[in-house]
């Protein structure tokens, strides 16, 4: 036993090194108003997403796939739904996954193959990294939303001899940041180069025609690729790649984290289906969110005018350091208020933050008062 007791030393002092330089995490439950879930539109909750779940059970869906898609998984609710995402989207063709980043992560290390470069804005998120480093191509960041230093990228990696593809990955709406990309000037980069892969995460039902995302008017381009997310805006779990259909057929055939897994619940694609409804039929919460949006921005430059805002739903409030910036969310959770904090490696040194989430499960007056609580306590840092 002592042997083991050595062995678990090793993560103890990990954790206890975390704990030093305050980046210790534990799990917490839900307490105050929410301002930091991606429950964009105020759907997780929605009745019209639960009684389609209800539907779906009623007429005999199974909670479960039991089986990957290429053996006994796939179901035919769960085709419409990819056929249904493919119509709003205007995608060729779409492919579910159980979430966004094993999609990122299969995307990413399944297509771009051995003689390519896969070019990542350095922001992107860690699902992108990750996926990039399980895959073939050659691998280079380029500074954030900077097209001219992607460029430059490849000219050198070109002028290296180098004729392959160029995948370029990008997010359309930065989840740390709140910023959004130049889409249209790395999809004229792509033209010359290769591909464009956009992960929608934090766009899709917030932005763009019907909330269709912030690279709506990309959509259906032989060399484009998105990615949207059910787990936020949406209300549900899970993800949809949307893409070439010999890209989908590709990542059928050749994507490990595709072909091995169980398949997503099948009362996800009826939430899916229901919930892209909702986006067509319910402009209003668009709006609604918007208008929060605006609200926020308006009360932080009047109370607090040295803090940037982004102008989007995802609104960083950079504190610095990391024990500051903890002892800070724990004061406004105190008031009622859920805000986390942000530290390394989820965000750079020295840039520590409370991450702000605008959704409809928070009212104008909600959206006041936390604003009134950040110039009160803010000082106080």
Known sequence: MAGIADRLSVY????????????????????????????????????????????????????????????????????????EAARFFGAEAVLGFGGGYVANFAMLGTLPQRGDLLLLDELAHA???????????????????????????????????????????????????????PLDELAALADQHGFLVVDEAHATGVYGPEGRGLAHHLE???????????????????????AARPLVDFLVNRCRPFIFATAPSPLMAAVGIEALAILRDEPERRAALQGLVGLFSDEMARRLPQVRVSGSQIVPLIVGGNAETMQLASRVQSRGFDVRGIRPPTVPEGTSRLRVSLTLNASPEDVRRLAETLEELWPDM
């Open 220 to 242: 259906g381009r032989a060399n484009v690729l998105t990615l949207h997310t059910l787990g936020k805006a949406l209300g549900g779990s899970g993800a949809l790649i949307c």
């Open 12 to 83: 103890r002092d990990h954790l206890d090194a975390l704990a030093d330089q305050a980046r210790l995490r534990r799990l917490s439950g839900r307490d105050g108003v929410d301002f930091s879930s991606n429950d964009y539109l105020g759907l997780a909750g929605s009745a019209r997403l639960a009684a389609a779940a209800r539907r779906a059970l009623d007429q005999g869906v199974p909670v479960g796939a039991a089986g990957s898609r290429l053996l006994r998984g796939n179901l035919g609710l769960q085709e419409a739904f990819e056929a």
């Open 127 to 181: 699902s992108s990294n990750e996926g990039a480093r399980s895959g073939r191509a050659e691998v280079m960041r380029f500074r954030h939303s900077d097209v001219d230093h992607a460029a430059d990228l490849i000219g050198r990696w070109r002028a290296a001899g180098n004729r392959g593809a160029v995948w370029i990955a990008v997010e359309s709406l930065y989840s740390m940041d709140g910023d959004l990309a």
